[in-house]
């Protein structure tokens, strides 16, 4: 089974950017896609985008101009970046391996998870 | 209308049954497969259900998945104290172009 684990750096200050890698074992990045998802404190879960293995991304609209994600293969690892964050940022972000039953992204499932790591935006 | 409507909360006693639902529109439950996660308190989502009803292997058959139309449902029988937890639909959104979840039902087992 697919294992994930989030890093980077827990407290990020406004307007800055977030960055996080999701270190992966059991499986290569180079293959299939992969997700992050987010969980702002007492909320509900809002996905932020996928990463194809071809290095394309889709993104949440509300999020996109804001957000990277991209792979590093010799690493086997996955990584997002969130730019101009505010204190709505603050959240568990969540890494993912994306399932699917066929090839449109309404037969996508979140397979595995990775523990999740708390970022809190603040001065 | 991209949002998934779930209750806040469901409750029920041990060895009984309990059905949690979601409710959508034409652009997300109407045309693409609904999945399921569960969440305890602290941990990382869990998935129970995808492709509407199909069980991850793990998964227990007492735990079921079912659509109709624009509403998705989850039905757990059986009941036992560790399933209390968070319950999370999830979907593609095709007017939205992106995944929706579901605010969430806490279930509670009296």
């Known amino acids: 089974q697919v294992q994930l684990q989030e890093s980077g750096p827990r407290l990020v200050k406004p307007s800055e950017t977030l960055s996080l890698n999701c270190r992966v074992s059991g499986g290569p990045v180079s293959s299939g896609y992969w997700s992050w998802i987010r969980q702002p404190p007492g909320k509900r879960l809002e996905w932020i985008g996928y990463?194809?293995?071809?290095?394309?991304?889709k993104y949440n609209p509300s999020l996109k101009s804001r957000v990277t994600i991209s792979g590093d293969t010799f690493k086997n690892q996955f990584s997002l970046k969130l730019s101009s964050v505010t204190t709505a940022d603050t959240a568990v972000y969540f890494c993912?391996?994306?399932?699917?039953?066929?090839?449109?992204?309404?037969?996508?499932?979140?397979?595995?998870w990775g523990q999740g790591a708390l970022v809190t935006v603040s001065s | 209308q991209s949002v998934l409507t779930q209750p806040p909360s469901a409750s029920a006693t041990p060895g009984q049954r309990v059905t949690i639902s979601c409710s959508g529109s034409s652009s997300n439950i109407g045309g693409n497969t609904v999945n399921w996660y569960q969440q305890l308190p602290g941990t990382a989502p869990k998935l129970l259900i995808y492709?509407?009803?199909q069980r991850p292997s793990g998964v227990p058959d007492r735990i079921s998945g079912s659509k109709s139309g624009t509403s998705a449902s989850l039905a757990i029988s059986g009941l036992q104290s560790e399933d209390e937890a968070d319950y999370y639909c999830?979907?593609?959104?095709?007017?939205?172009?992106?995944?929706?979840f579901g605010g969430g039902t806490k279930l509670t087992v009296l």
């Open positions: 990463m194809h293995d071809n290095g394309n991304g």
């Open positions: 993912a391996r994306v399932g699917r039953v066929g090839l449109s992204y309404g037969t996508f499932y979140f397979a595995d």
């Open positions: 492709n509407t009803n």
């Open positions: 999830t979907t593609w959104d095709d007017s939205l172009n992106g995944v929706l």
